[in-house]
Nanobody, 113 residues
Framework: QVQLVESGGGLVQPGGSLRLSCAAS????????MEWYRQAPGKERERVAE???????NYADSVEGRFTISRDNAKNTVYLQMYNLEPEDTAVYYC???????WGKGTLVTVSS
């Protein structure tokens, strides 16, 4: 079973940037796509970004133009570059494959002044 470890979260002011990383213990190339999700307090987990094996990306409307997903197959790592962060982006961020493995612990992003 592949293990996923997310990192890079933290406290950032509105308008700031963060880069999240997701390191997989196995090959991410085994999955059709890699995805980033987030779960805000009291809300359901939602998918925010996806990158497939061809490098085609898709984003939730709420992050389109502000977030960029990328992948490094050689390092089995997926990234989420986040710009112009808003308080509404505060959440625990998770990555997973499609089809999914077990969830990691996520990384907390807090956007606050």
């Amino acid at each position: 079973q592949v293990q996923l470890v997310e990192s890079g979260g933290g406290l950032v002011q509105p308008g700031g940037s963060l880069r999240l990383s997701c390191a997989a213990s196995g090959s991410i190339s085994s999955r059709y796509a890699m995805e980033w999700y987030r779960q805000a307090p009291g809300k359901e987990r939602e998918r925010v970004a996806e990158i497939n094996f061809s490098g085609v990306t898709n984003y939730a409307d709420s992050v389109e133009g502000r977030f960029t997903i990328s992948r490094d197959n050689a390092k089995n790592t997926v990234y989420l570059q986040m710009y112009n962060l808003e308080p509404e982006d505060t959440a625990v961020y998770y990555c997973n494959g499609n089809p999914p493995w077990s969830w990691g612990k996520g990384t907390l992003v807090t956007v606050s002044s």
